[in-house]
């Protein structure tokens, strides 16, 4: 079991802002913005390689909608959300999240 799966099963402590069925959301621990929440689905999914399905495409859907959730009860009007897929791409834990990223102006490209 990943680390990921481990916080949204309550193994492991995290600073969890957002909980459903469906979704767990917790504060980064090294947050690269102000606000820097994560956001994965309490299934295991790799990345987004591994929506493959409609199954797969609900759980994905409902991180964006608590994404989009957790921005308007923190009062976000502007915001990121980013996924990395691989290694090269920066991701480090293969559990699929999102970064929601806000509290700074933001640059592009943004790597």
């Known amino acids: 079991m990943c680390i990921f799966c481990k916080i949204a099963a309550g193994e492991i402590p995290a600073n969890i802002v ?3 069925e469906h979704v767990t959301a917790f504060k980064d621990l090294n947050p690269q913005a102000p606000t820097h929440i994560l956001v994965i689905p309490n299934q ?15 759980v994905a859907g409902e991180c964006l909608r608590a994404a989009r959730e957790i921005a308007q009860q923190a009062g976000l009007s502007s915001y990121r959300i980013v996924t990395n897929i691989g290694a090269d791409a920066g991701q480090s834990v293969f559990h699929l999240h999102l970064h929601l990223l806000a509290g700074r102006k933001m640059s592009w490209p943004p790597g």
């Open 18 to 20: 957002y909980k459903n």
């Open 44 to 58: 295991h999914l790799e990345s987004v390689n591994d929506i493959v399905d409609d199954a797969s495409a609900l």
